[in-house]
């Protein structure tokens, strides 16, 4: 079957990574209208968008 991109189970498995980016984030203090390019955006839990 190959590797599928399984969302839950990055959420459960992998869910230091977004917690690790929460910090990253307010690094960047993004305001309303800014953009902002994840390249590596596993589930997208971090976008406001």
Known sequence: ???QW???HYDRKL???SDLGK???SLL???KGEK???LGC???D???G
């Open 1 to 3: 079957m190959g590797n």
């Open 36 to 38: 902002i390019l994840d």
């Open 15 to 17: 869910v230091y990574v």
């Open 6 to 8: 399984n969302a839950e």
């Open 23 to 25: 910090s990253v984030v």
């Open 29 to 31: 203090q993004p305001t």
């Open 46 to 48: 971090l976008s406001t």
């Open 42 to 44: 596993g589930t997208g």
